[in-house]
């Protein structure tokens, strides 16, 4: 049976679900730091620290659930393995505190825009690494799709962002780091399936981040402080829900129909960002915002035009 039009549904799911995310870790970062100075690097590792180890016990349950589980510590220890494990460093740790480091020194509108361009790292790196094809529409789709996500993003910001430099290359690192990740992970997903996959990227995500901020703000107020900041705590643990739903989808939808049509797919999450911000914050989008959208709408369906036969299970 041909499941095609299915991945592309659950990509574009995926690109939802990263939306939510988006909205939501932005919107906690904000009401954590409210009133501070966003120079250090400290309340960003705590905001996190907690996104990550809620996607990665939101998926340890979801996939203890389903059974997928059990052969988890074989595979740590495995080839692929290895490679999953290398996925979660540079997806997590780095490039999730990247971007964090991103929206607080450049502003949401930098990080979101340059961190849109991880497209292209992670369909450059598939090309080489992982021989995965691309024709002509696809490279254009891919290309309409990490060009409409820059523009989508580049409204004008009211005052000048304090580290905008800073901010920029955290930006980039991260788009770095999330495109080279999903190259690791369909590497590392020959014969490990999706689930089990990105449960073992969140959960080492989720502990390396959640021991560091231990080591290094032991005895700090940083985390004490949550308390008074309740609605920021769960804004955040939201925020990682969505992310490790969106993230389990983007896995499978990457292994099952290739990396270009994975993340063109993901894409979308600036359309589905654009609507939150219109409809929850009373943000209208520009107009430059409709065109950055309509040009990733354009490119995943160019993208989808060009299916692949690989096909994998959840």
């Known amino acids: 049976m041909n499941r095609y039009p299915l991945w592309l549904l659950l990509g574009v799911a995926s690109g939802f679900l990263w939306g939510c995310n ?24 705590v905001c996190t620290a907690i996104n990550d180890v809620s996607a990665a016990v939101f998926l340890l349950v979801l996939n203890g659930v389903r059974g997928v589980l059990r052969s988890c510590h074989t595979v740590i220890v495995s080839r692929s393995g290895a490679f999953l494990i290398a996925a979660a460093f540079l997806g997590g740790p780095l490039g999730q505190l990247s971007y964090c480091l991103g929206i607080l020194w450049a502003g949401p509108t930098y990080a979101l ?14 090309r080489i690494f992982l021989h995965q094809r691309m024709n002509t529409g696809m490279c254009i789709g891919i290309l309409l799709a990490v060009v409409g996500a820059v523009l989508a993003g580049l ?13 920029i290359l955290c930006s980039l690192l991260a788009a770095l780091c999330w495109g080279s990740e999903i190259v690791l992970a369909v590497r590392g997903m020959d014969d490990i399936s999706p689930g089990l996959a990105i449960t073992l990227r969140e959960s080492i995500s989720g502990v390396v981040l959640l021991v560091v901020t231990f080591v290094f703000l032991s005895g700090s107020s940083v985390w004490l402080s949550f308390s ?4 920021a705590l769960g804004t955040l643990v939201f925020a990682g829900v969505a992310a490790g739903a969106s993230y389990f989808l983007w896995y499978a939808v990457n292994r099952a129909i290739g ?6 797919t993901n894409a979308s999450y600036i359309i589905w960002g654009a609507l939150l911000q219109w409809g929850l914050g009373n943000d209208p989008p520009s107009r430059l915002m409709v065109f950055g959208c309509a040009l990733v709408f354009a490119g995943v369906l160019l993208v989808s035009l060009y299916p692949q036969k690989e096909e994998t299970t959840l």
């Open 113 to 126: 825009a340059l961190s849109a361009l991880y497209p292209v790292v992670g369909c450059v790196l598939a």
């Open 259 to 264: 990396c270009a049509h994975g993340m063109a």
């Open 228 to 231: 008074d900041k309740m609605l």
């Open 22 to 45: 988006n909205y939501l870790y932005a919107a906690g970062v904000y009401e954590a730091t409210e009133g501070l100075l966003p120079i250090g690097i400290l309340f960003p590792l």
């Open 155 to 167: 409204t004008e910001p009211e005052t000048v962002p304090p580290l905008l430099s800073g901010g």
